[in-house]
């Protein structure tokens, strides 16, 4: 089907429709009726959303970027309610003020990312690869050190499963302090590895318990 072919369908219809996005069988249907949808609000959401960046001193730029933000989520998440929405006369007045408030969330996420700038590029993934240490500068004695200790974490990792494995690289390579992990990194592990975010994390507290006790051995061998 033809977008266009829902070009007639009351906005209450189109959102179911758009609510079957996770369905293989009416992928195709939500799509089009989320196209219609855009069709149907996209010059009153452009034209509000360029209303709240002039009045914040944005670019008209950042006006159109935040109208296709506020789509965008609005597919993730088509969550709307009419009954929830007492102070508008109709659905399609409701659907513009839903969208509008999207739209205010969605520049503050935009002025966050501006101040804090994500130290992900969005094109990370899981990894079965232990994370190489620059040893340049280090003296020959301290060279030896940590090559050995990094001998140890590998053999820690061994005694596990290759799931505790990609686990633990995955988070030592991709985890900054203080910065919590990129959402489609953690579902990219739940659906390779067919976990649960729980059970990942359990994995990982295993694997760090593991390489920690192997690390202790060491130490204590040679009174580190």
């Given at each position: 089907?033809?977008?266009?072919?829902?070009?007639?369908?009351?906005?209450?219809?189109?959102?179911?429709?758009?609510?079957?996005?996770?369905n293989?069988e009416?992928?195709a249907?939500?799509?089009?009726?989320?196209?219609?949808?855009?069709?149907?609000?996209?010059?009153?959401?452009?034209?509000?959303?360029?209303?709240?960046?002039?009045?914040?001193?944005?670019?008209?730029?950042i006006?159109d970027?935040?109208?296709?933000?506020?789509?965008?989520?609005?597919?993730?998440?088509?969550?709307?309610?009419f009954?929830?929405?007492?102070?508008?006369?109709?659905v399609?007045?409701?659907?513009?003020?839903?969208l509008?408030?999207?739209?205010?969330?969605?520049?503050?996420?935009?002025?966050d990312?501006?101040?804090?700038?994500?130290p992900?590029?969005?094109?990370?993934k899981?990894?079965?690869?232990?994370?190489?240490?620059d040893?340049?500068?280090?003296?020959?004695?301290?060279?030896?050190?940590i090559?050995?200790?990094?001998?140890?974490?590998?053999?820690?990792?061994?005694?596990?499963?290759?799931?505790?494995?990609?686990?633990?690289?995955?988070?030592?390579?991709?985890?900054?302090?203080?910065?919590?992990?990129?959402?489609?990194?953690?579902?990219?592990?739940?659906d390779?590895?067919?976990?649960?975010?729980?059970?990942?994390?359990?994995?990982?507290?295993?694997a760090?318990?593991?390489?920690?006790?192997y690390?202790?051995?060491?130490?204590?061998?040679?009174?580190?």
């Open positions: 089907m033809s977008w266009k072919e829902f070009e007639n369908e009351n906005t209450e219809t189109l959102i179911e429709y758009i609510s079957w996005r996770a293989p009416w992928a249907t939500a799509q089009d009726a989320f196209r219609a949808f855009c069709f149907r609000f996209q010059k009153d959401v452009v034209a509000k959303c360029r209303v709240i960046c002039r009045n914040q001193q944005y670019h008209q730029d006006a970027d935040l109208a296709q933000r506020t789509f965008e989520r609005f597919w993730k998440y088509p969550k709307f309610d009954k929830k929405r007492k102070t508008a006369k109709d399609d007045t409701a659907v513009k003020l839903y509008y408030g999207i739209a205010q969330t969605q520049l503050y996420n935009l002025r990312e501006e101040e804090n700038p994500s992900y590029a969005g094109d990370e899981p990894t079965d690869q232990l994370v190489e240490i040893t340049t500068g280090m003296s020959a004695e301290q060279r030896k050190v090559k050995e200790k990094y001998e140890l974490i590998k053999k820690a990792l061994e005694r596990l499963s290759e799931k505790h494995r990609v686990v633990y690289c995955t988070y030592a390579y991709y985890q900054r302090p203080g910065v919590t992990m990129p959402r489609h990194l953690t579902k990219m592990l739940r390779t590895l067919g976990l649960t975010q729980a059970t990942i994390q359990f994995y990982k507290k295993q760090t318990d593991k390489i920690t006790e690390l202790a051995i060491y130490d204590l061998k040679y009174g580190n």
